[in-house]
Structures are given as structure tokens and as C-alpha cells.
């Protein structure tokens, strides 16, 4: 499994920004799928996640309200929409699959908020 994360950039605080992790292969089905956010000289944190069978979703506390997962099965693509960015919400994100009980990580997305 291959994982691309796409969709960050710069953008000013209060903007929105949205991220796409999208899987390669014809057969894709995990239990599971998330996105993580770390900033240099911190541990990575989870930001979302969401499953994918029925699309039940979970978000961290600092997001709550702002930031929206969803994902296209049939794309075989998860995306997170991100509104009324903070300058603290400047990190390089990550996707991450749960498949077969294996964890299958994407290269990373810099999303950068200026104040």
C-alpha cells in the first residue's frame, strides 16, 4: 500500500486548507484510516481519523469544530478539510492506514498558518 498526501501550503490564519491522502492499488480496504500532524521537536499527534466502512469519525480536541474528515471509497481517498486555521495548526501532516493490522504511513503535507 502507497499512500500520497496532497493539498498543503500556506495560508493565513482563519483560511482553510484541504488535504487528500490517496492509496494506491485496485483492492483497498482498511479498517481504518487517519491523519496526524507533527511539528519539529515534537512527538507526532493524532489530528482525525476515520473508519472506513461506515465513516465514523473521531477528532482531537484542538480541531474540533474546524477540521472535517471524510473519504471517497471509491477514489480510495481520505480527505480532511480545514477551516478557521490557527497559526498552531502549522505542521507537516501525515495519513496513516490501518490494513490486515498493519500501519501504512504517507510522506507528509507542510501546512504553514501565519498570523
Known amino acids: 500500500v502507497q499512500l500520497q498526501a496532497s493539498g498543503g501550503g500556506l495560508v493565513q490564519a482563519g483560511g482553510s486548507l484541504r488535504l487528500s491522502c490517496s492509496a494506491s492499488g485496485r483492492t483497498f480496504s482498511p479498517y481504518a484510516m487517519a491523519w496526524f500532524r507533527q511539528v519539529p521537536g515534537k512527538e507526532r499527534e493524532s489530528v482525525s481519523a476515520i473508519t472506513w466502512s461506515v465513516g465514523g469519525a473521531t477528532y482531537a480536541d484542538s480541531v474540533k469544530g474546524r477540521f472535517t474528515i471524510s473519504r471517497d471509497k471509491a477514489k480510495n481517498t481520505m480527505y480532511l478539510q480545514m477551516n478557521s486555521l490557527k497559526p498552531e495548526d502549522t505542521a507537516v501532516y501525515f495519513c496513516?492506514?490501518?490494513?490486515?493490522?498493519?500501519?501504512?504511513w504517507g510522506q507528509g503535507t507542510l501546512v504553514t498558518v501565519s498570523s
Open positions: 496513516r492506514a490501518t490494513l490486515s493490522g498493519n500501519f501504512y
